[in-house]
């Protein structure tokens, strides 16, 4: 939350779209079983499981969370 | 922490912690060099560099002087402390803004016009006000309760789901306004596009004229004139203290939403509200629109081939050609010559130039002389971007070669000779020295004068002679017209400073000083006569003239008229002696201003506004160097929770300066009996960004709600990353360099991990690369059209070490190109990996993109991704869902991929062809809160079946 002195939509938008890093949260219509639903709030993932939930301080970049090759 | 829950699925072999560099591309710090220092006001304190004291002193005195007086129509309580302002001197940006996580204020140094009065006051009152806001959501009994649980986040949460944008802005320009002789209130140029969009009978609803759908009759909605319109309705028909009655109740009674409130104290929704307002300054535009006599003998000159709004700005004629800038919804910005035969495109213009042409700045950056275009660019140092310069460019438009003439300079405008030969550039220091530079063509300086300090010297033009300059001030005292004779350096004053209007855009025309002028209540174009120094106003038109040239051939004005579809050029011949008859002089001018504030002035503004600069010197203040404490970080945010076994909690930091983050986290499993905690430092302050990850995290995988393994993983991580971002001709490039360290272990608490999990911990690296590129098009492109981008990272384990040999190459590249039709978008990207390995466990699942419609990445040794997006407008919806959800628009979106991967010699190929539908939406009533639904359908051709998806992007947090 900010306040500006000047913003006039043009520029501000610029340096914000060469880098898509919105936050992105999917829940598939398909196939639904693995869907891990999240939360980002003010930099703290709430992720919820089946019985149970955790937080984690995350960043950009992947997670870091790793599993077998099939 | 990693939770891997999915009963059947088989725990991996070995886990590998994967470090990353953290860093992005925040580059808003300021030169490493600076030396620091603080000065206590009575309310706030001042971060300057040293070199801005007297600046400091007269920032702290304004924010003493402005902010009680103001407190009377906000009732904010305390004020939020400590509340740092950070000056930012170096940059050279006409800006500010107050922000919170961490709360501080920032002025940029660099003045503009559209203040309408000296910089630092404009900014100290506005910005002023917004931190006056914020202490209000502080204050507040549900603030203070938030605070305690999530810091700094919680009053930021009432301000961003409670208090609109066009309130916290419109509130501060009245405020800035009513307490100095300027203000944008009193500009007619900060009005004229919604008066125009109102007069012509296009009034939007209350949603759409506040939020928008991208997709509007103007290029943009403003929330700043809106919000300034409805505050001053609203205390004009209910009172000064409206808002301090609104906001104390906002979020704390049963009518805790800002519109609810509005309801209930006025017994009208706040969309009827809305109208009202609008039908009222509808009455009052018409009845100025009305008193004007129109010009009718103009001339009409072409204008591109368009499809809505179009903007068409002239910047001086070369022989019997005119070269234009046009930008338009549908059109990317370009230069253009405009001759008997029609337009001849002539090269595309940057965003960042072609801005104060759009919007109410309405300041000229263009010069042209000779066969040579020049201007003044702001550029940021490329890793500290705080530190940011004024550089001049020229164009060779025979061979339409750009040259930059100057490095790390503090240039404000430029005017070229007629022969292109001399240069007469106007600069502003960090220091707040004003100055004008003659220079020859290669930017050598020949001669250098001193303009007043702290004056901001715009739109200089050069005559026919070479000899003299006519440029625009905009001073404490007001706005003024000079001429500089460039042989002698005498200059004398041909408009004495005033606050009555703002003179804008003069240029040499004959006998005449042509300019733009608010005097009348609109802008119009104004002549000056050289030889008495008569002011005429000459040419009258509905909603504002404004960028005057001269065309010698046919001794005639060409200048940009504002009507409902943009911007489109008019001509005006000039009497070959005399004057015209419908001309009036100065004193007969009938002053017909819309100062939609006036009724709420009273002595106290005056008496304020009146203080000159030497009053609120701020001598009294005390300066000290900046100490450790000021450097150093403070708790923003916390949080913590407790669920089921659990608990957790985080606290955040960062720094006023923006150099050094630090974040923390810890848990404790009662299950497990189990403690985990995380320590993550980020260091900012010199040229490579330096990262630091401590953890020791516990894991654990469920079966059937059961813990069937739990182990704790151990990890450093050390990464060093250099960002950067520069502009070139008219893109923005973006570039990331980083490196990394890492080590990891595993050990079981509960169950067996197995050999592999558990066996060795590892010591990894990491190399990555991200580029990126691309410039702003036209006003409704669905998406960048013009833009590149690729990113690669070497990951693997370190060699000589005793543990499994790996290691992973990544590598993505994008390319966005225009659609087939205007606004459309393509983007085409590849993205590819190969892994090798001493062992198949170690071999991680990749996480680039597959192919859309699968739910699981194809896992590789090698492989590829192909895909093929087009996103193109469908429709605006322009559609309230209650006041918590406005759906903007829809697009269409198509997509081809396909996707290959080999895997210990077995060959994977599959693909797919979807559309998705996307719809934009605001959240809250606030303008940056974006929450974007997909819904895609996919056709997956190997399989022959069909996947849907659902999918939500966030934005504005």
């Known amino acids: 939350m900010e306040g500006e002195f000047n913003s006039d939509g043009i520029v501000v938008a610029e340096e914000i779209e060469l880098r898509e890093t919105d936050t992105e949260l999917e829940g598939k219509v398909s196939e639904v079983n693995d869907a891990k639903p999240s939360l980002n709030v003010g930099g703290v993932r709430v992720v919820v499981s089946n019985s149970t939930y955790r937080v984690k301080p995350t960043k950009i970049g992947p997670d870091l969370s790793t599993q077998r090759m099939e | ?957």
């Open chain 2, 1 to 957: 922490m990693t939770l891997l829950n999915t009963p059947g699925r088989y725990l991996s072999g070995l886990f590998l912690a994967f470090f990353l560099a953290t860093t992005s591309l925040a580059l808003t710090q300021h030169l490493p060099n600076e030396e620091w220092q603080k000065l206590d006001g009575d309310l706030v304190s001042v971060m300057f560099p040293q070199g801005a004291e007297a600046e400091a002193r007269r920032i702290a005195a304004y924010l003493d002087a402005y902010l009680p007086a103001m407190d009377a129509t906000l009732d904010a309580g305390p004020l939020w402390k400590p509340f740092p302002v950070v000056l930012s001197a170096s940059s050279h940006e006409s800006n500010g803004y107050v922000g919170l996580a961490p709360r501080r204020s920032y002025f940029y140094n660099r003045p503009s016009s559209f203040s309408g009065s000296e910089w630092l006051r404009v900014l100290a009152i506005h910005e002023g006000r917004h931190i006056q806001q914020f202490s209000v959501s502080r204050n507040s009994p549900v603030g203070a309760t938030l605070y305690v649980l999530l810091g700094e986040l919680g009053p930021g949460f009432l301000i961003v789901a409670l208090y609109p944008d066009w309130f916290l802005e419109g509130d501060a320009v009245l405020e800035e306004t009513l307490w100095t002789r300027g203000g944008r209130g009193r500009m007619a140029s900060f009005s004229l596009m919604r008066r125009t969009h109102e007069l012509s009978g296009q009034r939007d609803n209350y949603y759409r004229a506040y939020l928008g759908t991208g997709r509007d009759a103007m290029p943009f909605v403003s929330h700043y004139d809106l919000g300034y319109f409805l505050v001053t309705y609203f205390r004009r028909h209910y009172g000064n203290d409206f808002f301090a009655e609104v906001l104390a109740n906002t979020g704390n009674s049963l009518n805790w939403r800002f519109s609810r409130q509005i309801l209930h104290r006025t017994g009208i929704p706040l969309t009827d509200h809305y109208q009202l307002a609008m039908d009222e300054l509808n009455a009052l535009w018409q009845a100025q629109q009305d008193s004007i006599s129109l010009t009718t003998d103009l001339e009409d000159l072409p204008i591109p081939e368009a499809d809505g709004w179009l903007g068409v700005y002239p910047l001086g004629y070369a022989g019997n050609q005119l070269l234009t800038l046009t930008a338009g919804v549908r059109q990317a910005p370009g230069l253009a010559w405009l001759d008997q035969e029609g337009y001849r495109f002539k090269t595309n213009a940057p965003m960042d130039l072609v801005r104060s042409y759009v919007t109410a700045i309405k300041e000229r950056n263009y010069s042209l002389g000779g066969d040579r275009l020049c201007w003044v660019r702001e550029q940021a140092h490329p890793r500290f971007a705080l530190a940011s310069f004024g550089n001049l460019q020229c164009q060779d438009l025979t061979s339409g070669k750009v040259t930059t003439l100057s490095r790390q300079e503090k240039y404000l405008s430029v005017a070229v000779s007629p022969d292109g030969n001399q240069l007469a550039a106007l600069s502003f220091s960090q220091d707040r020295q004003v100055a004008l530079h003659l220079l020859n063509d290669q930017g050598d300086q020949m001669a250098q004068w001193s303009l007043p300090y702290n004056s901001y010297p715009f739109d200089p033009s050069i005559d026919a002679s070479g000899k003299r300059l006519v440029y625009s001030r905009l001073t404490e005292a007001g706005f003024s017209l000079h001429e500089f004779d460039l042989v002698s350096g005498e200059e004398h004053t041909l408009i004495a400073p005033t606050h009555a209007e703002a003179i804008r855009g003069p240029v040499y025309a004959d006998r005449w000083i042509a300019y733009s002028s608010d005097y009348s209540g609109i802008d119009q174009i104004w002549l000056l006569d050289r030889s008495s120094g008569e002011r005429f106003l000459a040419v009258q038109r509905p909603y504002g003239a404004y960028f005057p040239v001269y065309d010698a051939e046919q001794n005639r004005l060409v200048f940009s008229d504002y009507g409902p579809e943009g911007e489109r050029l008019r001509a005006y011949r000039l009497p070959e002696q005399g004057q015209n008859d419908d001309w009036q002089a100065l004193a007969d001018v009938t002053v017909h201003p819309v100062h939609y504030f006036e009724p709420l002035l009273n002595d106290s503004h005056t008496a304020l506004a009146s203080l000159s600069d030497t009053e609120l010197s701020g001598d009294r203040y005390d300066v000290s160097d900046l100490g450790w404490a000021e450097w150093g970080v403070r708790p923003y945010s916390w949080g913590a929770m407790a669920a089921g076994e659990g608990i957790a909690g985080t606290v955040y930091m960062t720094n006023v300066l923006d150099t050094l983050s630090l974040g923390l986290y810890a848990d404790h499993d009662f299950t497990l009996d189990a403690s985990s905690i995380v320590v993550d430092l980020e260091y900012r302050r010199w040229f490579p960004v330096l990262g630091l990850e401590l953890g020791s995290k516990t894991n654990q995988q469920l079966d059937n709600g059961e813990i069937s393994l739990a182990w704790r993983q151990n990890q450093v991580q050390a990464s060093i990353g250099l960002p950067l971002a520069w502009r070139s001709d008219y893109r923005q490039h973006e570039l990331l360099l980083h490196t990394g360290l890492g080590w990891n272990e595993q050990r079981s608490l509960i169950g067996n991990l197995t050999d592999d999990e558990a066996a060795d911990a590892l010591s990894l690296y990491s190399f990555g690369l991200t580029y990126a590129q691309g410039a702003r098009g036209a006003f409704w492109d669905e998406r960048l059209r013009r833009f590149w981008q690729t990113e690669w990272q070497w990951q693997g384990t370190l060699p000589q070490i005793e543990q499994p040999d790996w290691s992973r190459l990544t590598g993505q590249g994008q390319w966005g190109l225009p659609g087939l039709a205007a606004n459309h978008a393509a983007r085409l990207s590849l993205s590819g990996e190969h892994q090798r390995g001493s062992e198949a466990a170690v071999y991680r699942a990749s996480d680039l993109p597959g192919a859309r419609g699968y739910q699981e990445p194809l896992t590789r040794e090698i492989g590829a991704t192909l895909a093929l997006d087009y996103r193109m407008p469908l429709l605006n919806l322009d559609q309230p869902l209650t006041s918590a959800i406005y759906l903007k628009r829809l697009s269409l979106g198509f997509s081809a991929d396909t996707e290959w991967a080999r895997r210990q010699g077995r060959e994977r190929q599959r693909s797919s062809i979807g559309t998705t539908v996307f719809m934009p939406a605001n959240l809250l009533s606030n303008r940056s809160l974006v929450v974007e639904p997909r819904a895609s359908l996919y056709y997956l051709p190997e399989s022959e079946r069909y996947s849907a998806q659902l999918s939500f992007v966030l934005s504005g947090f």
